[in-house]
C-alpha cells in the first residue's frame, strides 16, 4: 500500500522566506531563513521570496540521490547507521532511515505535536535509490515506530493520522488562497554572489522597490506581485537551469530580466523556449539581439549603441579631439562597447591609434596605461564595468597619463565610483542612458525624479540607470499585463499576448520611452553622457536635457591638489 | 622607445615589490609547514581593510595604521592555526588544502556580508602622485610598498637567523621530530609561523591599500599571485618571495608593454608551468621540493 501525496502542498509549505529584505546595504539576502507557505503573507511582511538552491551544488558532490533526499535545505534531516528494531521497520522497507524532525514540518495550522515520532519508511521500487524527496513527498515520512505492522508499510489508521494532520497543514493555505486573490508570481535569476553580485544585487533591489510600490497601491489588476528570486552566483550555466527551474518547478507567471550580458544570454535561451517574456534592463551586449527572438528585450540601447554620446559630445568641443585609444576588458559587454567606440570614433573623424581588449583579471594596469600614454592619444576611450574603470583611473594617475578626456562605458555612473576615488574621478564622463533630472513619467513611480527619490529612502543609497532601466522593463511589462487586463494564473496564450503587446506599442517609465524593435532592443531611448563635476554626475549630452556644461579639457593629474 | 622602456622596469619592479611584500608569509608558512595556504588572499583583504576603515573611520593613514594590521593579523593567525589547522597538520596535505579553502570561503563570506559587496578605494592626498625621474613616473605608494617588502624580507631574515624562536621556527622546518626532541614546542611553534606569516601579509595588504581597489572578494586573485611567486622564487626559501615577485613583476610588465596586456596573465602560467617542470627549486635552486 502506498499513501497517496499531496506532492504539490506539501512542496509550498516548504519555501524559504528572509525574516526581511535587503536591511543590508548591498541588498544581500543571506539572512536566517525561515519556512513559511508561500501564499500565507504575514502582516508587514515583504511578499518577495529568496529561495536558496543548493541543489546544483549538492547534485556535484554527492550525486543525484543526494539531491532527492534533502531538496529543502532547511529541513533537518539525518542520517542514522543505527540498525533500526525489527518492529520498526517492514521487512521491505529500504536502507534510507530518514529521521525528519516534524515540528518544522508542521506550521501553524498544525496540531502541536512535541514527539519525534516520524520515522521514515520508504517504498523501496518508488525510490531506487533509497532516497526520500522531501519537497515533493513529504507524506512519506509515517508513522511513530510500533505503528507499523509487519509486512505492512503502515497501518491504515496511521495514514489516516497522517493525512488528518497534513490537511490541516495546507488547510490555512487554501484559506488564505479563498480570502486573498493570487498574486502574480514573477520570477527572477539575477547574480547575488560571484564577479556581478554588486551590479546584481542593485538590479534585484530595483525590482523589490518596483514590487513594494506596485503592491502598496493596489497590485496589478487587484493581484499583489511576489518576486522569486534565485542566485545564479555570476554563472551562466547555472542561471539557465535556475530560469528552467522557476518556469518548470515555481510555475511563476511572468519572468524578469537580470544583470550582464553573458548571464541574461544563456538564460533568456531558456525563456524563449518555454514562450516566456523577459525584459532586461541590465544587459546591453547585441548578441543578445540578434538571435530571432521574439521572447527577449531589453530597455538599454545596445552596447555599441549605448556609447555614441561619449564619441559625439566629443565632436562638439573645441578643439575638436582628432586621435582616440580603446582599451576594455575582453568580455562580451565591454568589448562590444569598444566596437562601438570604434564605429563612432570612424563616423566622427576621430583616427583610433591604440585598440586592446585585457582580460577581466589584470592586475597590472600601469604597464598598459603606460604604454597607451606613450602613443600620446588625445582621448581616452575605456570599456569597463565598475572595478575596470576605478582600476583605470588609479592607473592613470599612477603613470600620469592626462589626455584630453576619458570616458568609460559603465562604472562612474554607479555613485561608488565618485565617492571612493573622490577629486581622482573629476570630470570623467561615462555613457550613460537615465538620469533623474531627466523630464520621463510613469503611473508606478511617478517622475524619473520620484523614483530616484523613493530609491534613496528604501535603500539610502542612490539609483544608476541600470536600475532605472530594470524597473522600466517592469514598469513595461505590468503596463502590458494591466492593458490586457489578465489575472494570475497567467497561461501560455497569455504570454504570447503580453509579447505581442510589448512589440507592438510604446510604453512611458519613469525610465523613459520604452519601445521594442523586431529585434527586442529598445529604439526609443537617446544615449546619455554623464560627467563628474563636483562629486556629482551632471548630465552633459544630450545637450536639450543638459544640467552642466561639458568641462573639457580634462585636468591634468599634475595641476589637481 | 627609451623612457617607454624605463617605465615598463620601473612599473615591473615596483610590482614585483608589492608582489613579493603579499607572498612572503605565503612562503614561510609553506616553509615551515608545508601548508599551501589558499586563505592567504583572505588575510590580505583583512590587512587592506584594516588600512581602509583605520582610513575611512579614524583617519589614519594606511601606512600608520599598517602596524595595527599587522598586530591583528597576527592574532588571528595564531589563533588559527592553534585551533583550526594544527588539527590537521599531521594528516595527508590535501586535507590542509580542505581546510584552508574552507577557511578561505568562510573568511570571504563573513567580509562580504559585514562590508558588502562594494568597491572600495583609499583616497589619501598621495594616491596616484610620485616621483618623476628622466621621464620615468614612480608613485610614492608602491615606492613605500617596494621598500616595506625589502625591510621585511631583511628583519624576517634575522628574525629566523638570530633570534630562539627563530631558530626554533627553522629547527622545525628541518626536522619536526628532532625539534620535538630537542624540546620545541611544535604545535605552538607552528602557530608562532603562522602568525607571523599573516602578519607579515597583514601588513603588505595595509601597504597595498592605496593603490588597490578593496572588496572583499579580492582574495582569490592574489592566493594565485602569491603562489605563482613562491614557486618562482622557491617553495620555503624566504628570500625567493622576493626574488619571484621582482622576476614575474618585471616578465608581466614587459609583456604588457610591448605584447599585449591580455599576454601578461598568460606569460604568468607559462613561466609557472616551465618553471615547475624544469626547475621546481625555483630562479636561485634552493626551495624545497615536496
Known amino acids: ?561 | 622607445m627609451e623612457p617607454l622602456f624605463f617605465q615598463a622596469l620601473i612599473n615591473g619592479l615596483l610590482l614585483g615589490g608589492v608582489y613579493a611584500a603579499y607572498s612572503m608569509g605565503f612562503c614561510l608558512v609553506f616553509g615551515v609547514m608545508g601548508v599551501v595556504n589558499l586563505a592567504h588572499g583572505e588575510l590580505i583583504m583583512l590587512g587592506a581593510f584594516t588600512g581602509y576603515w583605520c582610513f575611512a573611520l579614524l583617519g589614519v593613514d594606511p601606512y600608520l595604521s599598517a602596524p595595527v594590521a599587522c598586530v591583528l593579523l597576527f592574532g588571528f593567525g595564531y589563533l588559527v592555526q592553534k585551533y583550526v589547522i594544527n588539527r590537521v597538520i599531521d594528516q595527508p596535505h590535501i586535507m590542509s588544502y580542505l581546510l584552508t579553502f574552507g577557511i578561505h570561503l568562510i573568511i570571504a563570506n563573513v567580509a562580504l556580508s559585514l562590508w558588502s559587496h562594494d568597491y572600495r578605494s583609499v583616497a589619501t592626498t598621495y594616491s596616484g602622485s610620485g616621483l618623476r625621474v628622466w621621464g620615468v613616473n614612480i608613485p610614492w605608494a608602491r615606492m613605500v610598498t617596494f621598500w616595506v617588502a625589502l625591510l621585511a624580507t631583511g628583519v624576517l631574515w634575522f628574525f629566523l637567523a638570530g633570534t630562539e624562536t627563530g631558530r626554533a621556527i627553522r629547527a622545525t622546518a628541518m626536522d619536526k621530530e628532532m625539534a620535538r626532541l630537542m624540546g620545541v614546542d611544535v604545535r605552538e611553534t607552528y602557530a608562532i609561523t603562522f602568525g607571523i606569516g599573516a602578519a607579515v601579509t597583514g601588513l603588505a595588504g595595509a601597504c597595498i591599500s592605496p593603490f588597490v581597489v578593496i572588496f572583499p572578494e579580492m582574495g582569490l586573485e592574489y592566493t594565485i599571485t602569491a603562489f605563482c611567486v613562491v614557486v618562482l622564487g622557491g617553495m620555503g626559501y624566504m628570500p625567493g618571495a622576493l626574488l619571484g615577485g621582482l622576476f614575474l613583476g618585471v616578465a608581466q610588465s614587459m609583456t604588457a608593454t610591448y605584447l599585449s596586456a591580455g599576454m601578461s596573465v598568460a606569460i604568468t602560467f607559462v613561466i609557472l608551468f616551465l618553471m615547475l617542470v624544469f626547475r621546481p627549486t625555483g630562479i636561485v635552486g634552493k626551495g624545497s621540493v615536496a
Not at chain 1, 554527492?62 to 540498525?83: H, N, Y
Not at chain 1, 513594494?212 to 554563472?235: I, P
Not at chain 1, 518556469?247 to 524563449?272: M, N, P
Request: hydrophobic share 40%.
Open chain 1, 1 to 561: 500500500m502506498r499513501i497517496p501525496m499531496p506532492a504539490r502542498q506539501a512542496q509550498r509549505t516548504m519555501e524559504i522566506r528572509p525574516h526581511k529584505l535587503s536591511e543590508h546595504p548591498c541588498g544581500d539576502q543571506r539572512q536566517p531563513p525561515s519556512t513559511k507557505s508561500s501564499h500565507e503573507s504575514l502582516p508587514g511582511e515583504t511578499l518577495l521570496q529568496i529561495r536558496f538552491d543548493f541543489s546544483f551544488f549538492r547534485e556535484e558532490i554527492f550525486g543525484p540521490a543526494a539531491l532527492g533526499a534533502s531538496k529543502v535545505p532547511s529541513l533537518r534531516v539525518r542520517r542514522t547507521d543505527r540498525p533500526r528494531p525489527r518492529s520498526a521497520c517492514g521487512p521491505r522497507k529500504v536502507d534510507a532511515n530518514l529521521v525528519a524532525a516534524p515540528s518544522r514540518l508542521l506550521q501553524k495550522g498544525c496540531p502541536p505535536d512535541p514527539l519525534p515520532k516520524t520515522v521514515g519508511t520508504l517504498d523501496g521500487a518508488a525510490h531506487p535509490d533509497g532516497s526520500c524527496k522531501l519537497g515533493s513527498g513529504l507524506s512519506c515520512f509515517v508513522a511513530a515506530p510500533g505503528h507499523a505492522s509487519p509486512g505492512n508499510f503502515i497501518s491504515i489508521r496511521t495514514a489516516g493520522i497522517i493525512l488528518a494532520v497534513l490537511g490541516l497543514c495546507v488547510l490555512p493555505s487554501f484559506s488564505a488562497v479563498g480570502a486573498e486573490p493570487l498574486p502574480l508570481r514573477i520570477g527572477l535569476v539575477v547574480s547575488l554572489t560571484g564577479v556581478f553580485g554588486h551590479d546584481g544585487a542593485l538590479v534585484k533591489d530595483a525590482y523589490a522597490l518596483w514590487m513594494e510600490t506596485v503592491n502598496k497601491k493596489g497590485g496589478v489588476n487587484g493581484h499583489k506581485v511576489e518576486l522569486v528570486v534565485y542566485d545564479n552566483k555570476s554563472d551562466q550555466a547555472t542561471g539557465a537551469k535556475l530560469v528552467e527551474k522557476l518556469i518548470v518547478g515555481d510555475k511563476v507567471d511572468l519572468l524578469l530580466g537580470g544583470f550582464g550580458s553573458d548571464q541574461v544570454f544563456a538564460e533568456s535561451a531558456v525563456s524563449e523556449r518555454h514562450k516566456f517574456p523577459m525584459i532586461s534592463g541590465g544587459a546591453s551586449s547585441n548578441k543578445l539581439f540578434e538571435r530571432g527572438y521574439r521572447y527577449y528585450f531589453g530597455t538599454l540601447g545596445k552596447a555599441t549603441e549605448e556609447v555614441r554620446g561619449c564619441v559625439e559630445v566629443l565632436g562638439t568641443v573645441t578643439p575638436k579631439p582628432k586621435t582616440a585609444a580603446i582599451i576594455g576588458a575582453d568580455i562580451l559587454f565591454t568589448a562590444l562597447a569598444c566596437e562601438g567606440y570604434k564605429k563612432y570614433c570612424a563616423s566622427n573623424g576621430i583616427e583610433v591609434v591604440h585598440f586592446e581588449l585585457f582580460p577581466m583579471k589584470l592586475q597590472d594596469y600601469n604597464s598598459l596605461l603606460a604604454k597607451v600614454k606613450h602613443k600620446n592619444p588625445d582621448i581616452l576611450l575605456v570599456g569597463s564595468h565598475l572595478l575596470v574603470a576605478m582600476n583605470t583611473v588609479k592607473a592613470m594617475k599612477e603613470v600620469d597619463f592626462s589626455p584630453k578626456a576619458v570616458a568609460f562605458s559603465y562604472g562612474p555612473t554607479v555613485p561608488r565610483f565618485a565617492a571612493e576615488l573622490k577629486g581622482d574621478a573629476e570630470q570623467v564622463m561615462a555613457a550613460s542612458e537615465w538620469t533623474p533630472r531627466l523630464p520621463y513619467k510613469d503611473h508606478v513611480f511617478g517622475s524619473a525624479m520620484d523614483f530616484h527619490n523613493a530609491y534613496f529612502g528604501r535603500f539610502k543609497r542612490y539609483p544608476d540607470y541600470v536600475e532605472a532601466a530594470s524597473v522600466g522593463g517592469a514598469v513595461a511589462q505590468q503596463m502590458a499585463v494591466e492593458e490586457l487586463a489578465l489575472k494570475p494564473p497567467l497561461k501560455k496564450e497569455h504570454r504570447v499576448a503580453i509579447m505581442e503587446k510589448l512589440h507592438a506599442r510604446g510604453f512611458d517609465t519613469c525610465y523613459g520611452r520604452v519601445e521594442f524593435d523586431k529585434d527586442g532592443a529598445n529604439v526609443a531611448h537617446p544615449p546619455v553622457v554623464v560627467q563628474v563635476q563636483g562629486g556629482e554626475l551632471k548630465n552633459i549630452f544630450p545637450k536639450e536635457h543638459a544640467d552642466a556644461e561639458m568641462l573639457y579639457p580634462f585636468k591634468p593629474w599634475k595641476e589637481r591638489k
